[in-house]
């Protein structure tokens, strides 16, 4: 059971370019939707998220859109960089639940230089 | 250390025999998470501690799995039996508090598990 579909797999950019990132969830108790972000041999790490009461969140080049009547998220890298190569993983929590997030599938980003 | 400290970080080790990964969290930190990584997949959750309450086990995937936590700190994640499906990276997080705003989660680098 897949509560939290994320696409696409594996996306290439050029440098500058915008990469984009979308997953789609299904449970409306979800409250907290974080992006994180793992290099090759590192732990994921704690990117950028957001909470349903807003629809966007910046942070640097970094943005979340959310569209809470599509149960949709997304992330967009601006001015894509090749130390942005990397897989990213969205991820949401329900409310007043801290047992877990419940993570997509991830894709694996590459900018190319 | 101040981030998560996972041991061994590689384990190569023959179906049947038994694995302990270990995790060490960031101090202060009262829960502690433990995943699961295969290849091209997602995260999968294993289980969570919560200071000395009852660990939440729902994600175990067989009872030839199973974790501890003492003292509230240290974790150990204990595989018998292993067989080949459960070649994966283990990935240990923790963080302040299991509720709360964020609850942002620190991962280790994890623990590579390789059964041949």
């Known amino acids: 059971q897949q509560q939290v579909k994320q696409s696409p797999q594996s996306l290439i950019v050029q440098k500058g370019g915008i990469s984009i990132i979308n997953c789609a969830y299904e449970?409306?108790?979800?409250?907290?939707f974080p992006w994180y972000q793992q290099f090759p041999g590192k732990g994921p790490a704690l990117l950028i998220a957001?909470?349903?009461?807003?629809s966007e969140k910046k942070e640097g080049r970094f943005t979340i859109s959310f569209n809470k009547s599509a149960k949709q998220f997304s992330l967009h890298i601006m001015d894509s960089q090749p130390g942005d190569s990397a897989t990213y993983f969205c991820?949401?929590?329900?409310?007043?639940?801290?047992?877990?997030?419940?993570f997509g599938s991830g894709t694996q980003l590459t900018v190319l230089p | 250390g101040a981030g998560v400290s996972q041991s061994p970080s590689n384990k190569v080790t023959e179906k049947g025999k038994d694995v302990e990964l270990r995790c060490d969290p960031i101090s202060g930190h009262t829960a502690l998470y433990w995943y699961r990584q295969s290849l091209g997949q997602g995260l999968e959750f294993l289980i969570y501690?919560?200071?000395?309450?009852?660990?939440?086990k729902s994600g175990l995937p067989s009872d030839r799995f199973s974790a501890e936590r003492t003292g509230g700190s240290v974790s150990t994640l204990t595989i018998q039996r292993t067989q080949q499906e459960d070649s994966a990276v283990y990935l240990c997080?923790?963080?302040?508090?299991?509720?709360?705003?964020?609850?942002?989660?620190?991962f280790g680098e994890g623990s590579r598990l390789t059964v041949l």
């Open positions: 997080a923790s963080s302040i508090t299991g509720t709360g705003l964020s609850g942002e989660l620190f």
């Open positions: 957001i909470r349903p009461d807003v």
């Open positions: 991820a949401a929590r329900k409310a007043g639940s801290a047992r877990q997030l419940t």
């Open positions: 449970n409306t108790a979800f409250d907290y």
């Open positions: 501690f919560q200071g000395n309450s009852a660990p939440d």
